[in-house]
Nanobody, 114 residues
Framework: QVHLVESGGGLVQPGGSLRLSCAAS????????MGWYRQAPGKQRELVAD???????NYADSVKGRFTISRDNAKNTINLQMNSLKPEDTAVYYC????????WGQGTQVTVSS
């Protein structure tokens, strides 16, 4: 089993920045993709960004050029640097890990508002 713990969410003004982190523990050796998804009230959960075992990254069109996903192998974490935040980025952000099963974190709230 894999346990994922997110941190870094909060309230930020439009144009501001936040950095989310997701720490993985447990049977982490079999993970080959980790990523971030988000879900706003009344909307479907959508991919924000992911990163594969060998470092290949993928981004939603809506966040390209503003968000950056990275990993820290020594700390068994992935990070999401979010810059130039917009009100439409407001959502609960979930960390996801994929091995032979799919694991989700508890989610962390990101609110972009003046």
């Amino acid at each position: 089993q894999v346990h994922l713990v997110e941190s870094g969410g909060g309230l930020v003004q439009p144009g501001g920045s936040l950095r989310l982190s997701c720490a993985a523990s447990g049977s982490i050796g079999s993970i080959y993709v980790m990523g971030w998804y988000r879900q706003a009230p009344g909307k479907q959960r959508e991919l924000v960004a992911d990163i594969a075992r060998y470092g290949t990254t993928n981004y939603a069109d809506s966040v390209k050029g503003r968000f950056t996903i990275s990993r820290d192998n020594a700390k068994n974490t992935i990070n999401l640097q979010m810059n130039s935040l917009k009100p439409e980025d407001t959502a609960v952000y979930y960390c996801k890990a994929v091995s032979t099963m799919v694991f989700w974190g508890q989610g962390t709230q990101v609110t972009v508002s003046s």
